[in-house]
């Protein structure tokens, strides 16, 4: 059976590519993946803490396909019904290990 009628969203990500320029670094981020089925929700604070969220960060798990080249530093932005988020992406890993659903942990950005 397959759960990706479960992913009512998308997304764009984007990847950052560094840079360093009179010993200053910088991350440009650009195009990567657009209009990737997922679905993302907020963690609650009890949750967030099993990550090491510290109070008042904002954290989110997404899921999507286990296909998706999704990487940590990874930005992802999709739309809820509460707005646009733009989050960046902390941990990802196949769930299911069968290659069927990725699951991320992202960090709001700022």
């Not at 998308?10 to 200053?24: L, N």
């Not at 990874?74 to 019904?81: L, Q, Y």
Request: charged share 20%.
């Amino acid at each position: 059976m397959s759960i990706m009628h479960m992913l009512n969203s998308t997304m764009t990500v984007t990847r950052p590519a560094s840079s360093t320029s009179a010993g200053t670094h910088a991350d440009t981020y650009n195009a990567h993946l657009s209009g990737i089925a997922c679905r993302w929700h907020q963690l609650n604070p009890s949750e967030a803490i099993q990550y090491g969220a510290e109070r008042g960060v904002n954290l989110w798990r997404g899921s999507c396909d286990a296909g998706n080249d999704l990487a940590r530093r990874d930005r992802c932005v999709f739309t809820d019904d509460q707005g646009s988020h733009t989050v960046d992406v902390e941990q990802a890993w196949d769930s299911s290990g069968m290659a069927i659903i990725r699951v991320m942990i992202a960090r709001e950005a700022t």
